[in-house]
């Protein structure tokens, strides 16, 4: 706000010098080899590393998939995989010895589509793999579907595309490591998740973790974008070890683009039964990921197509098959909303059909099949308290939907501009309720230390990304510590200060390292109290903390102020720290695979939007967003609002225009300007509503926010889109170019519909049946480890 | 961080200056007015100049005089936004001032000028790429290579003219001032273009533009339609420009042009001379746009498909003309009219 | 074709106007303001997204107007005033529009603040109180990831209402 708050690439340390990467320019080939001779002749340059300078290990973000090398040694698999790195006094000339190095390549075959790499099973990507090139298949059977289908008065196949997207944060990816004479190691960098960064330097690095600090500067986006150890820190640790100066590497736009783990490009097909009256009778989806040239979290993603669907409409019996298949481009993984926007695209828009078929309004039929709070899925997740009818109520009232949506139209006089609603839905996780690596420990930890001037030091492993996280922790210290929000000051994010938290991922931080804040608070109250009620001669539990003292509320004159109460506290116990630890609850389903998709609650969403489509064009216009969020419980409603409206953007820009597209070979648009982001001209008003339902699993009652809204908003633009002019663009992005298309379809006859129309030929696995938990009564709160002391 | 090579600049004062200045060093030197078209060039090493002769301070290229009864003179370092702003061209002028608006964002217009928004270099979605994408591609003919990667069989470059006030201004009638060692020549702006992505202007090195004159606006309507995907940041994909005179509703003299269909501002002159004499009706719209849409001959390589931007051409000239003619709803695209 | 030794860097004796700040500076020419800022007068406040004047992360004040200081030549630049964030607040005190912004937490990673906040305070210094679609045209060369612009539009609104009141109050003084 000031500009003082200091990005990675804002540091500077004392004798910096300035690192660059020499990245493929081949989409796959063999390392011939490299010669760096001509690069380390230049003036300025400090040192020259590649591979062989490294320790020989692979690594990757999943345990199961361990595929990454920071600088290749033996083949590169896209353009943009680091080969060499370089220090040097400065950027330019860093830059300059790059283009120095000479690398000797043999091209190999690029793989650049989901078809193209199953067609070629000769050329392999990587050696290890669910089959040649697939990096894992999935299959998962809960209850009969066939039957289901039998049952149903209407079974609709649909086909759809979900084009892949990346982040795009403003701040490109910066780190700046320090080997100390000392022999320890530090790193600032711009990461969701120093714990796992920590974890896996000592390891890429062959040094002690005990010697490896990771602190995660404040970061200028992340959106999932910053969640794996990358190429450019590892190389400036050890180019700091070789030049035993700072090291400092910032990458450029283009770069970022190469980084990626974005959104998966997703081919689906989706099969669905309905009762006359809109009741699902079963669902199966097949999904194919385009995931890239390595591993990265798309083992989970790949579940993540398939497990979460259910969560939001009653779905007695369920079947998911899902693969991910390696292509020569930029890995995907886990963008906001991870894998789940694309399986929910095809829902809703499926929904949107069916109730056409079936002569409903597609409001009523979706608020219909909302699913029972307190029940299981299909898939054995647990759904605890769910506001989505109430969403539903709430943006079809706020939109005036009903007035608006004027029925099931067919095709009317043509005139330039139409106008139409869409309406669509979502469910969300609130924190994946499983670790990366599988360990009995805390997924969050918070420290808190009471000092005697009455300030509050809450150091907490999370970092904040923009989500507003340190000062939603500091209120929730603040609160339950009657003191001012000021008193409280965040630590965040330093592995050797601040307990493990996992990162700022899956919307995770507000729950979890929420309800390690409020342990930890309350066990330091529970000493001050202690310390009070002694002095007072009243019992501890007549005490309470508000306003900055602590006292009776009957005979407040005595009341001490919390400074003071501090230092009786400390008189007693010594120092004031206290630690709060939390893990979700263990629910995971009992079958393999049953790891993803279980979170301690859900969020859900509903939401309306309202455009005009020009039928010359094909352009649209965004008029109006309504949104309703089932947050659980609003805490600070303006930050909730924030998340909420950032998740349309980004679901407005998935919908409209962005796309990570490849053109013989490289990224066709690796600029801000190519890459189309929605101005503040394309972004129109957006009407926040926030349902409360008060979940019992989450701190105060919360859930997340940060994610699920943007779910609905494809969906809801392709259903408008269709109400507005009778095309079904069964795709994002939905452009102007597709809408024409469909519309000169109609014109000769066709249908109006621009989608995939072939699937790939692929034999998925046996899948895994399980009998479908559907409707099971499942527990209101569950005794969550190392939560054993507090009431509920 | 991106960065511009090194070079040596430059700041002249005068005119006479600058043209020493690029005499000087021939073909290692360059003009830089504005800087926002050629400064990311450079830093994507399009362009690496050992000299930049800067003309920011040179006072006989700023302003705009004259009015629009006896036609305007607009100084070739005039920023965008003030073209845009500029009262007698927003009411006399209204394609220009639209399409000066409409540049890239309200930063670029307040350092873009106009003589380097005329001159602004050709785009190719395979050539406005960093170096070393460049070279991963294989580099083309526009610089350091050999091929056309759009038209792999061409020997000649199809990147695309992307000014959107050239088109305008071409539309308008507007002439271009001169001013080079061989002394000082106005010429019409059409004849400043050629069609070849690598030359596209019809000057010498040596030549510096000095302004831009406006003739009298003597009864011509005009209208500026810009195709992009977002209203900011984008180039366009296709500009259209029409101007025309009526007396009432025949036309009695008209233009159409067409931006970022070829590498040079294209005049659709068959379509205009059809709307000559005759009434502005619907079916005469029609018919125009259809002849209008001839030229348009974009190729793959910028935003949006090809085949979408030729249809939309059609749909633009239509509606800048029933935009002229008074008839009806022209849709959003259309900015302003006079 | 490709560059095979380091130039030599031609420096130049640059007098700049940094925040009312007068600044001589020895830097290359080729040195873009941006990078002057932050690397040679420490002014990290001022960001950047692309360089290439894609985003508009990097806008600062030259004379009261938003430019980009990723496509600015400090040569050019002599004998202008130029406000970077770290100019706007007075005094140790916020700005309006930084008040605003935080009130209503129109930042979120505030990486796209600054440049926000620079173009939106010359939008008000030249018309009090736009209408909210007048703000969004002034914004349109701002990229925001985070926050869907709302909440920025908002502040804007927020901060225009604040500013003309004092002024008017100031006046009636
Ligand atoms: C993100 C982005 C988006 C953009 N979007 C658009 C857009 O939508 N529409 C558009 O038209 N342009 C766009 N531009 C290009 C550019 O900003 C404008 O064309 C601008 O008007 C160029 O003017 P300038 O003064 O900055 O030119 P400069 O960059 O200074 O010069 C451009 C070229 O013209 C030459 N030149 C400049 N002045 C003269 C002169 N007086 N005589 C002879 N030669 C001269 C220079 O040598 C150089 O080759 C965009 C640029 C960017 C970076
Ligand atoms: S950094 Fe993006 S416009 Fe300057
Ligand atoms: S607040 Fe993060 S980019 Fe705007």
Known sequence: MTGETRYADDLVLPRMAHAKLLRSSHAHARIRGIDTTRARALPGVLAVITGADLPRVRFGILPVSQDEEALCTEKVRMVGDAVAAVAAVDEETAEQACRLIDVAWEPLPALMSIEESLAHPEVRIHEYGDGPNVHKSVALQFGDVEAAFARADLVREDTFYYEGSTHLPLEQHAAVAHWGPDGKLTLWSSTQTPHYVHRLLAKILDVPAAHVRVVAAPVGGGFGGKLDPFAHEIAACHLSRLTGRPVKIALTREEVFYVHRGRHPVLMWLKTGFTRQGDITGCHIKTWLDGGAYGSYGVASTFYTGVINPVSYKMPVYKFEGARIFTNKPPCGPKRGHGTPQPRFALEVQLDRAAEQLGLDPAAMRRRIVTEPFTKTANHLTVTTTGLAECIDRVVEASGWRTKWRGWRAGEAPSEKKRGVGLACSAYMTGAGTAIYWNAMPHSGVVLRADRSGAVALLCGATDIGQGSDSILASFAAEVLGIALKDVHVHPADTTLTPVDLGSYSSRVTLMCGMATIQAAERLRGAIFEAVAKKLEVAPGALVARGGRVGVPEDWDTAVPFAQAVELGEAMHGVLAFPGSYAPPRRAGKYKGGGVGPSPCYSYTASVVDLSVDEETGEIELHDVWIAHDVGRALNPLLVEGQVEGSVYMGIGEALMEEQVFRKGLHKTPSMLDYKSPTTLETPDIHTILVETDDPEGPFGAKEAGQGPLLPIMPAIANAVYHAVGVRIDEVPITPDKILRALEARRRGKPARVGPEKLPLFAFKEPVVVESAFGQPADAVVVRPFQAERLA | MMRLPPFTYVAARTLAEAAAALAEHGADAMLVAGGTDLYPNMKRRQFEPKVLVGLRGIRELAGVRGSAREGLTLGAGTTLAAVAAHREIVTHYPALATAAGLVSSPQLRNMGTLGGNVCVDTRCNYYNQSFEWRRAIGFCMKKDGDVCLVAPGSPRCWAVSSSDTAPALVSLGAAVRLVGGGGERTVPLAALYHDDGIEYLAKRRDEIVTDILLPPVDGWRSAYLKLRRRGSFDFPVLGVAVAARLEGAVVRDARIVLGAVASRPRLAEKAAAALVGRRLTPELIAAVAELAAGPSKPLDNTDFTHPYRKKVTRVFVARALRALGGLGDAGRAVEAIA | ?173
């Not at chain 3, 736009?130 to 539009?153: F, S, V």
Request: glycine share 10%; hydrophobic share 40%.
């Open chain 3, 1 to 173: 074709m490709n560059p095979q030794t380091v130039e030599p860097r031609m420096k130049a004796r640059i007098a700049l106007s940094v925040n009312d700040q007068p600044h001589e500076l020895l830097v290359p020419v080729h040195k873009t303001l941006l990078e002057v800022l932050r690397e040679d007068l420490g002014l990290t406040g001022t960001k950047h997204g692309c360089e290439l004047g894609e985003c508009g992360t990097c806008t600062v004040l030259v004379d009261g107007e938003p430019v980009l200081s990723c496509l600015a030549l400090p040569v050019e630049l002599e004998g202008r005033r130029i406000t970077t964030v770290e100019g706007l607040a007075e005094g140790g005190r916020l700005h309006p529009l930084q008040q605003a912004f935080a009130e209503l937490g129109a930042a979120q990673c505030g990486y796209c603040t600054p440049g926000v906040l620079l173009t939106a305070q010359a939008l008000l210094a030249a018309e009090a109180l736009p209408p909210r679609d007048r703000i969004r045209e002034a914004l349109a060369g701002n990229l925001c990831r985070c926050t869907g612009y709302t909440k920025i539009l908002d502040a804007v609104e927020l901060a225009a209402l604040r500013l003309s009141r004092g002024a008017r109050a100031g006046a009636g003084r």
